[in-house]
């Protein structure tokens, strides 16, 4: 009998021993398995599917989503604070139900749905309407060696300066590629560097010499060391406004 076990115990080991060696031989794998699956990369924050840094639990805007996809804002049209957006499938089909809907582009769609199936976010109910106050008012910019500012091309011209220095103001108070737009029925200077592509972009302008909005990152017009006793848009009576990307620039616009 103890002859008969041991015998037992051997032959147990030696399958033992050949398992072993068969899981070996096929790299450490289950048999059957195939090739193990692809690693995903788990650092905080990327995602290898999309290709692109993707903050861990949402979204910021919709690069951060698939093609099919959109960022969805609840309530507006920036991420703000510690809550994201969730990245949600843009409709394929809509209802035709008109209902006017503004859409965080600018842009006035049929309803909601046609906003979210273009990737876009609902800024809110109704059409996109523009400035009443700017519906006869067009905007020039006045660069020279005096003035770098914006007014209104239907009065009269601004006074002529005479061309006696090297650098025009704009270039002097860092206003790259000026323009002039119209808010609250008022001509303001904006850049055309300072693009954008929601609200959340711009960031308002009120000093001593500029009304105006900027793209959050870049400097403000540079105004001369001197004291004001108003603001720049104080002193053109306009204290309601609040910075927007309008067609793809940092602008004013009222409240």
Known sequence: MKTLNTLSSALVALALSSLVLALAGCGGRSVGTGDAAPKRDK???????LGIDAPVGGCRDNRQCNASQYCHIGGGCVVTGAKLGECRARPKACPELYSPTCGCDGITYGNPCEAQSKGVNVKRAGAC???????????????????????????PPPPSCPATCKTNMCEVRAVAAPYGYCAAGKCLLGSNKDLCRNDGDCRKVDSCCACTSVAIGHKEPICPPVPCAATACAALGLTNLRASCENDRCQLVAN
């Open 43 to 49: 650092s905080p924050g990327v995602d290898i599917a």
């Open 129 to 155: 309407e523009a400035d009443p106050l700017c519906s006869n008012v067009a905007c020039a910019v006045i660069d020279d060696c005096c003035s770098c500012r914006a007014y209104q091309a239907k009065g």
